[in-house]
């Protein structure tokens, strides 16, 4: 049983979560073909929330929330309970249309939805699509396209990791897919940035990295200090069912609550065998 510690610094205070147990994931699926995790049956527009080990799930948000075309493609959660979106397809959500290169803030309060910071007008050309979303703790925006694309001029692929930077409009490399992946050559299809620097992930192809396989339904931790990559979520949790998991976003429930308990200021982690 895999196991994560979070300290946060200050108060050299230790948060000891079992990854098997406590830890859960919120994910979407690319298509709807045997769509089925915990017993639960959903469709690939669907966020479904479960526990890492896949044996327990329940729709976090709904396909029917969108009220055209909508085909969540990528997902966060703002410290605020803000949810941000990409759609695979042009969408509205909220009474408001966006294009696939939209990022979305939708308030699942309210129902309100508009555009955050990064437009389909935001990149060089017309027709990108976001395919992975995450924050940093400063506000900056993680993010990969489906395909090849560019920002005021810097150019990069479907396999990279970018950070758009909110105050400045300009874009950097987290991670190069080229130095990531054995063959160096694929799409990153799902990103959720760790205080620490590390980066759970999921491609839209079977990979190697590091000469270990990872499935396209799996989800992996990265850490770019050691350039090593760890199974945390296995595609075998769909029943045999080959899936591509297409977007994901990581927390840990605090005791006893409901709400959701994000990596807001923690520090540090790191993985230890228990």
Known sequence: MTCIDFRKTAAATLIAVCASANAELIISVSNNVGNELGGLVFNDGDMVQTNASGSMASVFFAES???????????????????????LFNSTIGGVTFDDGDVIRYN???????????????FDDAGEDISALSTLADGDIVFSTLADASIGGVAFTSGDLMRYDIDTGTVSFLIVGADLFDDGDANIYGAHANADGTFLLTASTDEMI?????????????????????????????????????????????????????????????????
């Open 108 to 122: 699942p309060n309210t129902g309100v939805a508009e555009t955050y910071f990064i437009t389909e007008s935001t």
């Open 210 to 274: 590091g000469g270990t396989l990872f499935l396209d339904g799996d989800v992996f931790l990265y850490d770019p200090l050691t350039d090593s990559a760890t199974l945390f979520f296995s595609e075998a949790a769909f029943g045999g069912q080959n899936q591509d998991i297409d977007a994901l976003y990581f927390f840990i429930p605090a005791p006893g609550a409901t709400s959701l308990l994000a990596f807001a200021g923690l520090t540090a982690m790191r993985r230890r065998r228990c």
């Open 65 to 87: 929330n969108w009220t055209s075309d909508g085909d969540t493609d990528a997902f966060h959660i703002l410290d605020d309970g803000t949810y941000l979106f990409s759609s």
